[in-house]
């Protein structure tokens, strides 16, 4: 009497029809999950636009130093 219950193993025979139909019943139940935020922005596409800024404000700074050496000339 002092064994656990973990250590019995019952064994139970599998018991078929000889007539007759056996099926099983499946029935779908939906999963309801935290729903996922799509960015409006793909990473590639911002990417490119923090390019084009960089590549604006380079533009910029450079025109400013031409335009303030021509002034200093």
Known sequence: MSESKDSQVEKCDIVLPRQ?????????????????????KSVTLEKLEKMQREAEIKVRETQEAEASSDLNA
């Open 20 to 40: 007759g139909l056996l099926y099983q019943e499946d029935t779908l139940n939906y999963i309801l999950c935290k729903p996922k935020l799509i960015p409006l």
